[in-house]
């Protein structure tokens, strides 16, 4: 599968626990960003990063909330001491990087804190 | 007001109907413009990129105003399997998309 891979699809945590979630953008593209979708609500941009660089975390939340795109691996979306407010579907999209292109999403990681 | 503004419907059609969704942005300065759509809470899916000259793909067409900063989706011919929620998508400053809160389209037989 070429496509963008998210893992887990599905993550519980109690409040306090972390959540790592997952991606892999498609081959071929070197850039990524994470999008939060609350219930009954749009997709909202959280962070894009290229390997080993953050280019625009203005979506992120100021704590608990962090995100990497190492040399080698995936692109991790880290959530520290889960709140239930940050249950939510997550998306991960990637593009080759050309301004202007389409970005393709992951399957997403629904985040239920318990 | 928000960047991209959208009627969230619901737009309830019959099937072989033709409907119409149309989407304002407010940054002036946006260059690249998308149509996804989204199921049941799934991943959103590239449906068509939106061209200044406007576009056409199959049963669906695309329109851009640049002037009046508004875009439009047609679809012709509605089929249950295009019922969804259509999101209008502008790209922005350094790559972030900004979507729209969806408009919802039920096709009905």
């Known amino acids: 599968n070429a496509g963008v891979m998210q893992n887990p699809r599905h993550l519980v945590r109690r409040r306090g626990q972390e959540a790592r979630l997952r991606c892999s953008p498609m081959?071929?593209?070197?850039?990524v960003y994470w999008y939060r979708q609350l219930p009954e609500e749009g997709l909202k941009f959280m962070v894009y990063?290229?390997?080993?660089?953050?280019?625009?975390e203005s979506g992120m939340p100021k704590e608990r909330f962090s995100a990497e795109f190492p040399k080698e691996g995936p692109s991790i979306l880290r959530i520290q001491q889960v709140v239930r407010g940050d249950s939510a579907a997550y998306f991960c999209?990637?593009?080759?990087?050309?301004?202007?292109?389409?970005?393709?999403f992951g399957d997403g990681t629904r985040l239920s804190i318990l | 007001r928000k960047e991209v503004e959208q009627d969230p419907g619901p737009f309830n059609v019959p099937e072989g109907a033709t409907v119409a969704f149309n989407c304002t942005y407010s940054n002036s300065a946006s260059q690249s413009f998308f149509w996804y759509r989204q199921d049941c809470r799934k991943e959103p899916k590239l449906l068509m990129s939106v061209y200044s000259s406007g576009n056409e793909d199959g049963r669906f067409t695309a329109q851009l105003n640049r002037a009046s900063q508004y875009i439009s989706l047609l679809i012709r011919d509605s089929k249950l399997s295009d019922s969804a929620t259509y999101l209008c998508v502008v790209n922005g400053y350094g790559n972030k998309l900004v979507f729209g809160a969806g408009t919802i389209l039920r096709v009905k037989s």
């Open positions: 081959k071929g593209h070197s850039h």
């Open positions: 999209a990637s593009s080759p990087g050309q301004t202007n292109q389409p970005q393709h």
């Open positions: 990063l290229q390997k080993e660089n953050i280019i625009d």
